[in-house]
């Protein structure tokens, strides 16, 4: 099983609460809620190991009592039940004479902060609370199960560190801020993978404007490690957004199949080839003078667009501002390339041998960029399209369908519904999303 290192990105799990964290450095810290995690002890640790939370010390702030904790490997022994700890045996026939006049706990908050103080064990807590309630042993059993998760979730010492997932990585990103990644949800990222038949071989197109590196991060890990398979990813902005691929940790090969390209300037250079303005103005918009109408309606990318510059990295294309290189800058370029021309270079070849796909997440109207990557990809290859408004998705169904370059269209919505499974009381989630967005899905034709 994969260790821990410096540099990677872990997952804390502190009962269903996840947490996507990087573990940069020996003086890292978690925060989760009023508790700050000391990191450095999980070092070389195998993944999916359990941590006790171990306060070193206590700081009253404006948030009220904040606790710093080290953390300590633990055994399963010290994972049990918290009724088989407090040792339970009795329980109410009904709650009807239970009344919630909040007097039923003898301790006040200012005796339960210093029993936290002393106890280091949610077990010792929990036995406390239940000695001083005056109601527990009366109520049903599934009431008193109730109560102890209540309690169990809110003094809970144990985290777990987990290595990061694909279906991780997408309920937290959704949890956390849906918007950062186009409210993708875990199911509809599966739909999307699965309609647009990524595999082990051939090529693959992907236009995204924004989800955190999620969707390469998917596709490139459907391609899997050691294949053939290359992903060219495109994207509106300067600096591809690549969290999520680079918390996955995946094989150096694996990533180098992956080649993140500015739109714009991928365009221009398939379109202009090498001309000897093309070298020396970077790259803006699409001209006038390429080949196809649709390309060269494609906007110019604005300032705007999204980078993620926690993760920025020396794939650094121009700007959307027309810079002309200076004396030195010429001279480097014609000794060694930049690092985004060598992989404009990369994708323009993928470009001429078309595509095995086309999968498509646009925050922008898709329809001047459909049409300037369709012309790139295969007969009898998948289109995938997500879009959170389903407006847009019946525009371009109905301009495809006219156009006859696209057959077999669908406009699908999912809608993934969780259920709790416990005997005698299995039921659906009370709180959960609604709609994930919508996708349009078809086959190229020749």
């Known amino acids: ?32 809620g009023k ?51 407090l040792n339970i045996s009795s329980s109410g026939a009904d709650n009807r004479d239970i009344s919630d006049n909040g ?14 103080e002393a106890c280091n064990e949610s077990s010792k807590i929990i036995e406390k609370l239940v000695e001083n309630s005056k109601t527990f042993h009366t109520r049903t059993e599934y009431s008193q199960d109730k109560y102890l998760l209540k309690k169990e979730k809110k003094y809970f010492e144990f ?64 391609m899997g490690a050691g294949t053939e398979a290359t992903l060219v990813h495109m994207h509106p902005g300067n600096v591809p957004q690549k969290q999520a691929l680079l918390a996955l940790k995946l094989p150096l090969e694996q990533q180098q199949r992956c080649i993140s390209v500015n739109l714009y300037s991928v365009l221009r250079e398939f379109y202009q080839g090498d001309r000897p303005e093309a070298k020396t103005e970077a790259p803006t918009e699409v ?57 404009n270079k990369r994708a323009v070849a993928l470009m001429n041998a078309k595509f095995d796909n086309l999968v498509m997440a646009a925050k922008e109207h898709p329809s001047n960029i459909l049409q300037a990557l369709l012309p790139l990809v295969k007969p009898s290859r998948p289109i995938v399209i997500f879009s959170t408004c389903k407006e847009l998705l019946q525009e371009i169904y109905m301009e495809l369908k006219t156009s006859g370059k696209v057959t077999n269209l669908h406009v699908t919505s999912n809608w993934m519904r969780m259920y709790q499974i416990l005997p005698n009381r299995s039921h659906p989630e009370v709180n959960m999303s609604g709609n994930s967005g919508y996708l349009l899905t078809g086959y190229t034709l020749k």
């Open 287 to 343: 001209e006038t003078a390429a080949p196809t109408k649709e390309a060269a309606e494609l906007v110019t990318p604005t300032d705007d667009s999204d980078t993620n510059t926690e993760e920025q990295s020396d794939n650094i294309e121009p700007s959307s501002k027309k810079v002309k290189l200076d004396e030195s800058s010429n001279s480097t370029n014609k000794s060694g390339p930049l690092h985004w021309q060598l992989e």
């Open 103 to 116: 007097e039923a706990q003898a301790l006040k908050s200012a005796d339960i902060e210093q029993l936290r």
């Open 159 to 222: 985290v777990q560190i987990r290595q990061p997932s694909i279906r991780l990585m997408a309920d937290i990103f959704h949890r956390q801020d849906a918007d950062k990644i186009m409210g993708i949800r875990v199911d509809t990222l599966s739909q999307i993978i699965s309609y647009s038949g990524v595999s082990g071989f051939g090529s693959y197109l992907l236009y995204e404007s924004g989800t955190n590196g999620l969707l390469p991060a998917a596709m490139l890990n459907s």
């Open 35 to 85: 508790e700050h995690l000391e990191l450095k002890s999980l070092l070389d640790q195998p993944y999916g190991s359990t941590f006790k939370m171990c306060v070193k010390e206590s700081k009253v702030g404006k948030r009220g009592a904040q606790r710093q904790h080290r953390l300590e490997l633990c055994t399963e022994n010290e994972l049990r039940s918290i009724r088989d700890v």
């Open 1 to 32: 099983m994969a260790s821990i290192q410096l540099g990677d990105y872990i997952v804390i799990q502190r009962q269903k609460y996840t947490k996507l964290q990087k573990f940069g450095s020996l003086d890292a810290t978690a925060t989760l």
